[in-house]
């Protein structure tokens, strides 16, 4: 069974930058064929993709983020992790990393097959 967790501060200022990890279980962020995103949904709207790091390492942004996002990851501790900087309230969402196959990086939310819980993250002074 695939899990994914993410973790990170429920509280980020203004203009400073959020940070979030997925540690994943069960399966390798390395097996082939995999995408591992980050998606957000903001409150009373859809689902955002923000990025995703694919199991090669290649990295993809949404074109609407990209200015601000950076994604890594660390294969030693099976997490990868997502950077947002010079946050506004606007920011405030649930943020969740799921599993796909390569067709999220064009932003389509039908690709996964594994999601975390979602964590809570609210930019306020």
């Known amino acids: 069974q695939v899990q994914l967790q993410e973790s990170g501060p429920g509280l980020v200022k203004p203009s400073q930058t959020l940070s979030l990890t997925c540690t994943v279980s069960?399966?390798?962020?390395?097996?082939?064929?995999?995408?591992w995103s980050w998606v957000r949904q903001p409150p009373g709207k859809g689902l955002e993709w923000m990025g995703a790091i694919a199991y090669s390492g290649s990295i993809y942004y949404s074109p609407f983020l990209k200015s601000r996002t950076s994604i890594s990851r660390d294969t030693s501790k099976n997490q990868f992790t997502l950077q947002l900087s010079s946050v506004t309230p606007e920011d405030t969402a649930v943020y969740y990393c799921a599993r796909g196959d390569g067709a999220v990086v064009s932003g389509t939310n039908d690709h996964y097959d594994y999601w975390g819980q979602g964590t809570q993250v609210t930019v306020s002074s």
């Open positions: 069960g399966d390798s962020i390395t097996t082939d064929t995999y995408y």
